[in-house]
């Protein structure tokens, strides 16, 4: 299929850089220091180093046997990124960002995080490569996640509690932006998923997509064939890319994006964007997202809050729209049961975002023939989310 992003980050519609005056020499220069380095075998060379020595790469690809028979239909292998440093895809991008910003001559990197998973992935990889790491986060979320916010000082970082708005994620990014404006000569703004003004959302892409290229000759080595469904859940949607991407030339392979349908659609708590969402622009970009008659944002509600988020990135939005992927939803209660059974039948605790997948599978898979193969994203592990799901 034809190749996304244009030159002006358009995927299809969707996407852009929809920026205030003072940010559009800063994500100019992110551009073209993303097209210089990236393209350098010296700095792939380097990533892949560090993927391989420290992140973990390439992860295994799990055949599924006990849960597979337990359903009875569709054969299941699982995308282990759960067993990455930090417990979670996020450092494939951290990682990837931070050297892109030492060799942009940025020695100071900021990021903002809602439940502190990116923040930890950011700091860790700050940790690593030697530079200085300032996370913003909203004061409600530094108190919830209080022990994200004692690793990320553990490794060297600092934490910003912001006090503005509702003092939660999009207060943090609002800090993180007026931070980038301010300090921009030494500064990376390093975000944490596929979103944000282009390049971000084809940058954060490029990161990831080593899972999809893995698992595509993983699986063609494990069953001489490629799989008939992709399944990742989506919160910005990195994850999900990073598995789609290159299978897209594949037509015989769905894929499917699980976001989180919270207390239902009809309770309007939820953050399923292509369930009861529209388009609009929100942190810069084009896309699908939550939004009342006037535009303003609306309020989300998910068990876990990695999909916890009022947008999707706008590549997902053009894979809805021309069909090549399509998107559905696992509510807080299917999602519990996504993350009991993986326990139970294959001895992983996917975290409560990854559960989501592991729900639509459950009702998936038995109704496939025996033949057919399925590949689930596991985005991270759950140790963190043992709280609130009884056993
Ligand atoms: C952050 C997170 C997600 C959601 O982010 P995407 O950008 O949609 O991948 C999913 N799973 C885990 C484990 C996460 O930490």
Redesign the pocket.
Known sequence: MKQFPDEKGYFGRYGGRFVPETLVEPVKELEAGFRKYCGDDDFQQELDEILRDYVGRPTPLSYAKRLTEHLGGAKIYLKREDLLHTG???INNAIGQVLLAKRMGKHRIIAETGAG??GVATATAAALLGVECIVYMGAVDVERQALNVKRMNLLGAKVVAVDSGTRTLKDAINEAMRDWVTNVKTTFYCL???LGPHPYPEMVRNFHRVIGQEAREQILKAEQRLPDELVA????????IGLFHAFLDDESVAMVGVEAGGYGIASGKHAARFSGGSAGILHGTYTHMLQNHDGQIQETHSISA??DYPAV?PEHANLAELGRATYTYADDEAAKDGFRALSRYEGIIP?L??SHAVAYVLKRAPELAKDKIMIINV??RGDKDLEGVAS
């Open positions: 979670a895809h996020k998973q990116h944490g998923s596929a859940c989506v919160g910005g949607g990195s994850n999900a990695g999909l990135g975290a975002e990854t985005s991270g």
